[in-house]
């Protein structure tokens, strides 16, 4: 079999073991969102208005949580200097992770979110293109999460550092797939454009994230 | 084929671990780096498997396969032992059979004596079974260069003939062996190189 499809099958059938990371993310994104009605208090309207932007800011918030692990764990039991020697280079290695973390952990998220936006309010008619925005938009952070989970590899506190260098680069994303669902509800204009863009960025990050991250695991398995 | 460091510098952290560090390795010979604790036989193996950029000096493989790297030929066995412990002894080591590209799988498994515990997760496995299932890598994907640090750490016995016994027929086979060790690893390693203390010949 190509080595790309069983390193992406063999990620899958890990996460699926241990099973935790997908739960805690699923977890994580019910109780952000869960809490915040309770702090803005019972307004329907407002509820409704801010929910697609909540529904993303959570994701991405949930979505980070795991992505610390794309490398972690492999470079902490030595699997990574095998494959620095394998068949493929180490760009497509981080490429068929991040792919593996996109289907096992950022899918279940936005299978979710419909169901969370329930709790929001969010007008019917915004449904459509949220789960649109959110299957075109969550490559996106998985292979951004990337970057940062290569650069932290070595780091013991990781995980919030990786934070802090992986949230700013989500903010167009965030822009990008919230400004189509509002479009969508209340116009003016289509929300096509930018729902363009939001699909560039992610085939974009598809591309050069893989690079970057691969130049990271470089640095760190010296 | 011929395996031939020149020069070769190494600097972690500032300080300098080795330099002018030469060597030859012909295939069917193999390199025993020896030293105490820091002298690089590590660092001298990681970089041969490309893992680690040599601050100065070449590494390369002559007459081998042109169009690849030393770190596509070779196998390198590190401290960590590479393995999931969720998946099984045989999902282990099937995935590296087929990513590496190999194959024989159950033989891999019978030769190291893995056989019975195949079923087993590897989260179950002693240091010494963990060891053998990281050792059984060398057999799943043929590769010419054999690069192990410090093998035989908490393998038993019966288990160091074996791979004594499997040393020896990758070198009869013409392949390239370097190991640092300190203990004996029951195979003779025609070429020599002892590390540490400033100078290294």
Same mark, same amino acid.
């Given at each position: 079999?190509?080595?790309?499809?069983?390193?992406?099958?063999?990620?899958?059938?890990?996460?699926?073991?241990?099973?935790?990371?997908?739960?805690?993310?699923?977890?994580?994104?019910?109780?952000?969102?869960?809490?915040?009605?309770?702090?803005?208090?019972?307004?329907?309207?407002?509820?409704?208005?801010?929910?697609?932007?909540?529904?993303?800011?959570?994701?991405?918030?949930?979505?980070?949580?795991?992505?610390?692990?794309?490398?972690?764990?492999?470079?902490?039991?030595?699997?990574?200097?095998?494959?620095? %020697?394998? =068949? &493929? $280079?180490?760009?497509?290695?981080? /490429? @068929?992770? +991040? #792919? !593996?973390?996109?289907?096992?952990?950022? *899918?279940?998220?936005?299978?979710?979110?419909?169901?969370?936006?329930?709790?929001?309010?969010?007008?019917?008619?915004?449904?459509?293109?949220?789960?649109?925005?959110?299957?075109?938009?969550?490559?996106?952070?998985?292979?951004?999460?990337?970057?940062?989970?290569?650069?932290?590899?070595?780091?013991?506190?990781?995980?919030?550092?990786?934070?802090?260098?992986?949230?700013?680069?989500?903010?167009?994303?965030?822009?990008?797939?919230?400004?189509?669902?509002?479009?969508?509800?209340?116009?003016? %204009?289509? =929300? &096509? $454009?930018?729902?363009?863009?939001? /699909? @560039?960025? +992610? #085939? !974009?990050?598809?591309?050069?994230?893989? *690079?970057?991250?691969?130049?990271?695991?470089?640095?760190?398995?010296? | 084929?011929?395996?031939?460091?020149?020069?070769?510098?190494?600097?972690?952290?500032?300080?300098?671990?080795?330099?002018?560090?030469?060597?030859?390795?012909?295939?069917?010979?193999?390199?025993?780096?020896?030293?105490?604790?820091?002298?690089?036989?590590?660092?001298?193996?990681?970089?041969?498997?490309?893992?680690?950029?040599?601050?100065?000096?070449?590494?390369?493989?002559?007459?081998?396969?042109?169009?690849?790297?030393?770190?596509?030929?070779?196998?390198?066995?590190?401290?960590?032992?590479?393995?999931?412990?969720?998946?099984?002894?045989?999902?282990?080591?099937?995935?590296?059979?087929?990513?590496?590209?190999?194959?024989?799988?159950?033989?891999?498994?019978?030769?190291?004596?893995?056989?019975?515990?195949?079923?087993?997760?590897?989260?179950?496995?002693?240091?010494?079974?963990?060891?053998?299932?990281?050792?059984?890598?060398?057999?799943?994907?043929?590769?010419?260069?054999?690069?192990?640090?410090?093998?035989?750490?908490?393998?038993?016995?019966?288990?160091?003939?074996?791979?004594?016994?499997?040393?020896?027929?990758?070198?009869?086979?013409?392949?390239?062996?370097?190991?640092?060790?300190?203990?004996?690893?029951?195979?003779?390693?025609?070429?020599?190189?002892?590390?540490?203390?400033?100078?290294?010949?």
């Amino acid at each position: 079999m190509n080595p790309f499809v069983l390193l992406v099958a063999r990620d899958l059938k890990l996460a699926w073991r241990e099973g935790g990371a997908v739960f805690t993310a699923l977890g994580f994104y019910l109780a952000v969102v869960a809490m915040l009605p309770f702090g803005l208090g019972p307004d329907l309207n407002l509820l409704s208005r801010i929910a697609p932007g909540v529904l993303w800011v959570a994701l991405l918030l949930s979505a980070l949580l795991s992505v610390d692990r794309i490398f972690h764990n492999d470079f902490e039991d030595g699997a990574l200097e095998p494959m620095a %020697g394998g =068949p &493929l $280079p180490l760009e497509l290695v981080a /490429a @068929a992770k +991040s #792919l !593996a973390h996109w289907l096992s952990t950022g *899918l279940p998220l936005v299978l979710a979110a419909p169901l969370l936006g329930l709790l929001l309010n969010l007008p019917s008619e915004a449904y459509g293109m949220l789960m649109l925005t959110m299957l075109v938009g969550t490559p996106a952070v998985s292979f951004i999460g990337s970057i940062g989970a290569a650069l932290t590899l070595g780091l013991r506190r990781g995980g919030l550092l990786l934070s802090l260098l992986i949230l700013p680069l989500q903010v167009p994303v965030l822009i990008f797939a919230v400004s189509a669902v509002t479009v969508s509800v209340t116009g003016p %204009g289509s =929300p &096509l $454009p930018a729902l363009a863009i939001l /699909a @560039a960025l +992610s #085939l !974009a990050s598809m591309v050069l994230a893989p *690079l970057a991250a691969a130049a990271a695991i470089r640095m760190n398995l010296q | 084929m011929q395996l031939i460091g020149e020069k070769l510098t190494c600097v972690r952290g500032g300080r300098t671990v080795f330099s002018g560090l030469s060597f030859k390795v012909a295939a069917g010979d193999g390199l025993l780096l020896t030293g105490p604790n820091g002298a690089g036989k590590s660092s001298l193996l990681r970089m041969i498997a490309g893992l680690l950029r040599p601050q100065a000096g070449t590494l390369r493989l002559s007459r081998g396969p042109a169009e690849r790297d030393i770190g596509e030929l070779c196998h390198f066995i590190g401290h960590a032992n590479g393995i999931k412990r969720v998946l099984t002894v045989e999902e282990n080591l099937r995935f590296w059979s087929g990513y590496l590209g190999g194959e024989g799988v159950d033989k891999a498994l019978a030769t190291l004596g893995l056989e019975s515990i195949r079923d087993v997760p590897a989260a179950l496995l002693s240091a010494g079974q963990a060891r053998r299932l990281a050792l059984a890598r060398l057999l799943v994907a043929p590769r010419p260069l054999w690069l192990l640090d410090e093998p035989t750490v908490s393998l038993d016995a019966a288990s160091q003939a074996t791979f004594a016994r499997l040393i020896r027929a990758h070198l009869a086979s013409r392949g390239i062996v370097a190991a640092a060790t300190h203990l004996p690893l029951g195979a003779t390693f025609r070429r020599k190189l002892t590390l540490g203390k400033g100078g290294s010949q």
